[in-house]
């Protein structure tokens, strides 16, 4: 393992000029993903500024009634906060689904945003990676990749994103804060994870050394109406091999408002515009569900061993959204 300095910054514009200073230097959150890869060579950092002692470890009440999240809040606080269990579910349960207690509590809002995929290639530093050793290949598409991108992938990576935080955050329209030497910006989350192409090492539009500061969530009353569901390998601590973050409003036996995301499909969370356009107007049934999905899943690309994740994925859709739609026909 390279060696490396640390330091602790405890306010923001001392942790972006640091940066800024140093572009050897990454932030610390938890490390959780951060010191497993410097361990592997993946990752190689002159220096890791620990953001933990930042003024962003709270959950607030934004002025329209919305929530901030402080990046540096850790997952269990996060799936803990009684705003953030009564009004965006989803979330909680999503955070919950994720790594262990002993992980949570040491993982924050930034860096999970931030975690890398488990594609196994990615991580085996002896072989060949386009996101890790830009123009050397991707074996995954001919190798194992039976937890690899069905949608949104390309002939260059077809990694999965491995958040599950991220898939609730894209169904409610979350939007990234963050800080840089030029000042504060926004990114919502649908623009904050870039699209594959061929450039699969460059994976977010933050600018270079900025400060993730914390996530917004906008108001939204729907958002109490949400749920997360998550098929792994085994019961707990372990990755999807897909999920969904599912958002409804049924009235009258009509669908007024959906929002859905995908998760472990793609290299970010799959926000399902065409499922939602689909059922927007329409009846609240299996049957429109299963279209629905069919719809979004039309452009599903699967490699010859993960084909399965095009019905595992209608199946949640259906499964889900029946859930929501008879609780809100109590
Ligand atoms: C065994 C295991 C099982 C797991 N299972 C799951 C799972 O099922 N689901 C799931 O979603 N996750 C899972 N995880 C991943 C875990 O959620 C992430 O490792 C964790 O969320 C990363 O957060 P962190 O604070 O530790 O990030 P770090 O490791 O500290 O950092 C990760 C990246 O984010 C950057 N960073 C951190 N904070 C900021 C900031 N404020 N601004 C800008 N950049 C920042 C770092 O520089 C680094 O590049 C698992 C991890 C392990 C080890
Ligand atoms: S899928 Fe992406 S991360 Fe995995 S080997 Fe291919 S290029 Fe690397």
């Given at each position: 393992m390279k060696e490396f300095g640390y330091q602790r910054v405890l306010d923001v514009s001392e942790a972006v000029a640091v940066l800024g200073a140093d572009p050897d230097a990454r932030f610390l959150g938890g490390g959780t993903n951060l010191v497993d890869l410097m361990k592997t060579g993946i990752e190689r950092p002159g220096r890791l500024v620990d953001v933990?002692?930042?003024?962003?470890d709270r959950v607030e009440m934004t002025p329209d009634g919305g929530l901030l999240i402080g990046a540096t809040v850790t997952n269990s606080d996060l799936a803990a906060h009684p705003e953030v269990r009564r009004r965006y579910p989803a979330l909680a349960q999503a955070v919950l689904a994720g790594a262990s207690g002993q992980l949570r509590n040491m993982a924050t809002v930034g860096g999970n945003l931030l975690q890398r995929t488990r594609c196994g290639y990615f991580t085996d530093v002896a072989g060949p990676c386009n996101k890790r050793l830009?123009?050397?290949?991707?074996?995954a598409i001919e190798g194992?990749?039976?937890?690899?991108?069905?949608?949104?992938?390309s002939g260059h990576c077809v990694a999965t994103h491995p958040s599950d935080m991220g898939v609730a955050l894209a169904a409610f329209d979350a939007v990234v804060r963050y800080e840089t030497a030029d000042g504060p910006g926004e990114l919502p989350l649908a623009d904050f994870y870039l699209p594959?192409?061929?450039?699969?090492?460059?994976?977010?539009?933050?600018?270079?050394?900025?400060?993730?500061t914390g996530v917004i969530l906008p108001p939204?009353?729907?958002?109490?109406?949400s749920r997360y569901r998550k098929v792994r390998e085994?019961?707990?601590y372990a990755f999807a091999i897909g999920s969904i973050a599912a958002v409804l409003d049924v009235r009258d036996g009509v669908v007024h408002e959906v929002r859905l995301a995908f998760g472990a499909?793609?290299?970010?969370?799959?926000?399902?515009l065409e499922a939602e356009r689909a059922l927007?107007?329409?009846?609240?049934?299996a049957e429109a569900f299963a279209a629905a999905a069919d719809a979004e899943l039309a452009a599903a690309e699967a490699l010859p061993h993960n084909g399965y994740k095009v019905p595992l994925m209608r199946n949640l859709v259906v499964a889900l959204l029946t859930e929501l739609a008879e609780e809100a026909a109590r």
């Open positions: 933990r002692e930042l003024p962003l830009p123009g050397s290949g991707c074996p194992e990749h039976h937890n690899h991108a069905i949608l949104g992938a594959v192409g061929d450039t699969p090492h460059l994976e977010t539009a933050l600018p270079s050394g900025a400060l993730i939204a009353p729907v958002a109490a109406h085994r019961a707990s499909v793609a290299s970010r969370p799959w926000r399902a927007t107007g329409g009846p609240a049934t």
